[in-house]
Protein backbone atom coordinates (compact mmCIF):
# COMPACT_ATOMS: atom_id res chain seq x y z
CA UNK A 1 0.00 0.00 0.00
CA UNK A 2 0.71 4.03 0.39
CA UNK A 3 3.61 4.93 2.70
CA UNK A 4 3.40 8.60 3.66
CA UNK A 5 6.65 9.66 5.36
CA UNK A 6 6.17 13.24 7.55
CA UNK A 7 8.77 15.50 8.63
CA UNK A 8 9.87 16.57 11.26
CA UNK A 9 7.92 15.21 14.20
CA UNK A 10 8.41 17.90 16.55
CA UNK A 11 8.30 21.74 15.62
CA UNK A 12 8.76 24.95 17.83
CA UNK A 13 8.62 28.51 16.70
CA UNK A 14 7.98 31.71 18.03
CA UNK A 15 4.79 33.65 17.22
CA UNK A 16 4.38 35.59 14.29
CA UNK A 17 6.77 32.86 12.42
CA UNK A 18 6.04 30.39 9.79
CA UNK A 19 5.95 26.84 9.56
CA UNK A 20 6.56 23.89 7.34
CA UNK A 21 5.81 20.33 7.07
CA UNK A 22 7.00 18.32 4.45
CA UNK A 23 5.17 14.84 3.74
CA UNK A 24 6.36 12.37 0.92
CA UNK A 25 4.66 9.47 -0.71
CA UNK A 26 5.18 6.46 -2.58
CA UNK A 27 2.03 5.50 -4.81
CA UNK A 28 1.83 7.42 -7.97
CA UNK A 29 -1.57 6.67 -7.98
CA UNK A 30 -2.35 8.74 -4.93
CA UNK A 31 -4.39 11.43 -6.02
CA UNK A 32 -5.98 13.55 -2.99
CA UNK A 33 -3.65 14.89 -0.29
CA UNK A 34 -5.55 16.08 2.57
CA UNK A 35 -4.44 17.92 6.26
CA UNK A 36 -5.34 17.22 9.06
CA UNK A 37 -5.29 19.16 12.79
CA UNK A 38 -5.87 17.58 16.03
CA UNK A 39 -5.98 19.73 19.23
CA UNK A 40 -5.52 18.61 22.32
CA UNK A 41 -8.52 16.07 23.24
CA UNK A 42 -9.70 15.96 20.31
CA UNK A 43 -9.93 14.14 17.28
CA UNK A 44 -8.27 15.05 13.61
CA UNK A 45 -10.31 17.71 11.88
CA UNK A 46 -9.26 18.72 7.85
CA UNK A 47 -7.53 21.90 7.70
CA UNK A 48 -6.84 22.14 3.79
CA UNK A 49 -6.17 19.74 1.17
CA UNK A 50 -5.22 19.28 -2.33
CA UNK A 51 -5.99 17.59 -5.75
CA UNK A 52 -3.78 16.15 -7.93
CA UNK A 53 -3.78 18.71 -10.62
CA UNK A 54 -3.23 21.69 -8.66
CA UNK A 55 0.15 22.76 -7.76
CA UNK A 56 -0.84 24.91 -4.81
CA UNK A 57 -3.88 25.72 -2.89
CA UNK A 58 -4.22 28.37 -0.33
CA UNK A 59 -7.03 29.38 2.48
CA UNK A 60 -5.76 32.45 4.80
CA UNK A 61 -2.65 31.88 6.75
CA UNK A 62 -2.07 27.71 5.87
CA UNK A 63 -1.30 27.09 1.94
CA UNK A 64 -0.02 23.50 0.57
CA UNK A 65 2.13 23.01 -2.29
CA UNK A 66 2.21 19.80 -4.25
CA UNK A 67 5.01 18.14 -6.47
CA UNK A 68 4.03 15.25 -8.24
CA UNK A 69 7.11 14.50 -10.13
CA UNK A 70 8.86 14.20 -6.44
CA UNK A 71 6.24 12.98 -4.71
CA UNK A 72 6.01 15.68 -2.39
CA UNK A 73 3.70 17.81 -0.04
CA UNK A 74 4.00 20.54 2.51
CA UNK A 75 1.76 22.38 4.75
CA UNK A 76 2.82 25.70 5.17
CA UNK A 77 1.47 28.05 8.23
CA UNK A 78 2.52 32.20 7.93
CA UNK A 79 2.23 34.16 11.12
CA UNK A 80 1.92 31.37 13.30
CA UNK A 81 0.21 31.88 16.43
CA UNK A 82 -0.31 29.97 19.90
CA UNK A 83 -3.79 28.35 18.93
CA UNK A 84 -1.81 27.10 15.69
CA UNK A 85 -0.43 24.50 18.21
CA UNK A 86 -1.48 21.31 17.85
CA UNK A 87 -0.56 17.47 15.99
CA UNK A 88 -1.08 18.22 12.39
CA UNK A 89 -1.09 14.87 10.34
CA UNK A 90 -0.41 14.49 6.26
CA UNK A 91 -2.37 11.66 4.16
CA UNK A 92 -2.60 10.42 0.95
CA UNK A 93 -5.49 8.62 -0.83
CA UNK A 94 -3.03 5.03 -2.43
CA UNK A 95 -5.06 2.88 -4.63
CA UNK A 96 -7.65 2.84 -1.94
CA UNK A 97 -9.10 5.74 -2.86
CA UNK A 98 -12.37 3.53 -4.62
CA UNK A 99 -12.90 2.78 -1.12
CA UNK A 100 -12.53 5.79 0.91
CA UNK A 101 -9.23 4.48 3.34
CA UNK A 102 -6.49 7.49 3.69
CA UNK A 103 -2.74 6.50 4.00
CA UNK A 104 -1.60 8.66 7.14
CA UNK A 105 1.70 10.18 8.39
CA UNK A 106 2.83 10.02 11.46
CA UNK A 107 1.89 13.57 12.39
CA UNK A 108 3.62 16.81 13.39
CA UNK A 109 3.00 17.81 17.23
CA UNK A 110 4.01 22.45 16.41
CA UNK A 111 4.38 24.46 19.27
CA UNK A 112 4.02 27.62 18.89
CA UNK A 113 5.75 30.15 21.34
CA UNK A 114 4.83 33.62 22.51
CA UNK B 1 -22.96 19.88 11.55
CA UNK B 2 -21.68 16.28 10.98
CA UNK B 3 -21.50 14.56 14.44
CA UNK B 4 -19.55 11.42 15.09
CA UNK B 5 -20.17 9.98 18.43
CA UNK B 6 -17.84 7.13 20.64
CA UNK B 7 -19.40 5.34 23.75
CA UNK B 8 -16.97 6.08 26.05
CA UNK B 9 -13.53 8.97 26.52
CA UNK B 10 -12.23 7.12 28.64
CA UNK B 11 -12.09 3.12 29.70
CA UNK B 12 -10.23 0.65 32.26
CA UNK B 13 -10.57 -3.40 31.15
CA UNK B 14 -8.73 -5.83 32.55
CA UNK B 15 -7.04 -8.21 30.58
CA UNK B 16 -8.48 -10.76 28.77
CA UNK B 17 -12.08 -9.14 29.10
CA UNK B 18 -14.07 -8.46 25.81
CA UNK B 19 -14.11 -4.89 24.87
CA UNK B 20 -17.09 -3.25 22.92
CA UNK B 21 -16.07 0.58 21.42
CA UNK B 22 -19.61 2.12 19.65
CA UNK B 23 -19.30 5.06 17.02
CA UNK B 24 -22.20 6.89 15.94
CA UNK B 25 -22.74 8.80 13.05
CA UNK B 26 -25.51 11.16 12.19
CA UNK B 27 -24.87 11.90 8.57
CA UNK B 28 -25.79 9.10 6.64
CA UNK B 29 -22.33 8.52 5.27
CA UNK B 30 -21.32 5.03 3.66
CA UNK B 31 -17.67 4.47 4.80
CA UNK B 32 -16.43 4.50 8.52
CA UNK B 33 -13.01 3.88 9.79
CA UNK B 34 -11.37 2.34 13.19
CA UNK B 35 -7.91 3.76 14.23
CA UNK B 36 -5.80 3.23 17.48
CA UNK B 37 -3.33 6.18 17.61
CA UNK B 38 -0.21 5.30 20.03
CA UNK B 39 2.85 8.59 20.39
CA UNK B 40 4.68 8.48 17.60
CA UNK B 41 3.09 6.02 15.38
CA UNK B 42 0.20 8.35 14.05
CA UNK B 43 -2.98 6.73 12.91
CA UNK B 44 -3.02 3.32 12.24
CA UNK B 45 -6.11 1.82 10.14
CA UNK B 46 -7.77 -1.50 12.17
CA UNK B 47 -10.57 -1.88 9.81
CA UNK B 48 -12.81 -0.08 7.37
CA UNK B 49 -16.48 -0.28 6.58
CA UNK B 50 -17.68 0.91 2.79
CA UNK B 51 -21.50 -0.44 3.01
CA UNK B 52 -23.75 -2.10 5.96
CA UNK B 53 -22.01 -5.47 6.80
CA UNK B 54 -19.41 -5.11 5.04
CA UNK B 55 -15.73 -4.79 6.38
CA UNK B 56 -12.30 -4.14 4.95
CA UNK B 57 -9.18 -5.01 6.71
CA UNK B 58 -6.91 -2.29 7.78
CA UNK B 59 -2.86 -2.12 8.54
CA UNK B 60 -3.35 -3.37 11.63
CA UNK B 61 -6.60 -5.74 12.15
CA UNK B 62 -5.18 -8.59 14.26
CA UNK B 63 -6.87 -8.64 17.97
CA UNK B 64 -9.73 -6.85 16.55
CA UNK B 65 -13.12 -7.31 14.51
CA UNK B 66 -15.69 -5.50 14.06
CA UNK B 67 -19.16 -5.20 13.08
CA UNK B 68 -22.00 -2.89 11.44
CA UNK B 69 -25.26 -3.72 11.12
CA UNK B 70 -26.56 -0.46 10.62
CA UNK B 71 -25.76 2.64 8.75
CA UNK B 72 -24.88 5.03 11.21
CA UNK B 73 -22.92 2.46 13.80
CA UNK B 74 -19.50 0.65 13.50
CA UNK B 75 -18.50 -1.19 16.49
CA UNK B 76 -14.99 -2.73 17.32
CA UNK B 77 -14.71 -5.54 19.04
CA UNK B 78 -11.34 -6.73 21.06
CA UNK B 79 -12.23 -10.03 21.62
CA UNK B 80 -9.96 -10.94 24.71
CA UNK B 81 -7.93 -7.67 25.49
CA UNK B 82 -4.62 -7.18 26.01
CA UNK B 83 -2.31 -5.11 28.01
CA UNK B 84 -0.54 -4.04 24.23
CA UNK B 85 -4.07 -2.91 23.26
CA UNK B 86 -3.71 0.11 25.37
CA UNK B 87 -4.66 2.96 23.56
CA UNK B 88 -6.30 5.82 21.90
CA UNK B 89 -8.91 4.53 19.53
CA UNK B 90 -10.70 6.69 17.05
CA UNK B 91 -13.25 6.36 14.90
CA UNK B 92 -14.13 8.38 11.35
CA UNK B 93 -16.74 8.62 8.57
CA UNK B 94 -16.98 9.48 5.21
CA UNK B 95 -19.09 9.86 2.53
CA UNK B 96 -18.66 9.27 -1.34
CA UNK B 97 -16.98 10.11 -4.00
CA UNK B 98 -14.51 7.76 -2.02
CA UNK B 99 -11.22 8.58 -1.24
CA UNK B 100 -11.49 12.50 -2.37
CA UNK B 101 -14.16 13.35 0.70
CA UNK B 102 -13.34 14.66 4.58
CA UNK B 103 -12.92 11.94 7.12
CA UNK B 104 -15.05 13.39 10.20
CA UNK B 105 -13.26 11.95 13.71
CA UNK B 106 -14.99 11.61 16.64
CA UNK B 107 -13.25 12.46 19.87
CA UNK B 108 -11.71 9.02 20.34
CA UNK B 109 -12.00 7.16 23.48
CA UNK B 110 -8.44 5.93 25.83
CA UNK B 111 -8.90 2.43 26.21
CA UNK B 112 -6.28 1.67 29.22
CA UNK B 113 -5.92 -2.38 29.58
CA UNK B 114 -4.41 -3.89 32.55
Known amino acids: GENVEQHPSTLSVQEGDSAVIKCTYS??????FPWYKQELGKGPQLIIDIRSNVGEKKDQRIAVTLNKTAKHFSLHITETQPEDSAVYFCAATGRGSTLGRLYFGRGTQLTVWP | DVKVTQSSRYLVKRTGEKVFLECVQDMDHENMFWYRQDPGLGLRLIYFSYDVKMKEKGDIPEGYSVSREKKERFSLILESASTNQTSMYLC?????????????FGPGTRLTVT
Open chain 1, 27 to 32: DSASNY
Open chain 2, 92 to 104: ASSSPPSGKSEQY
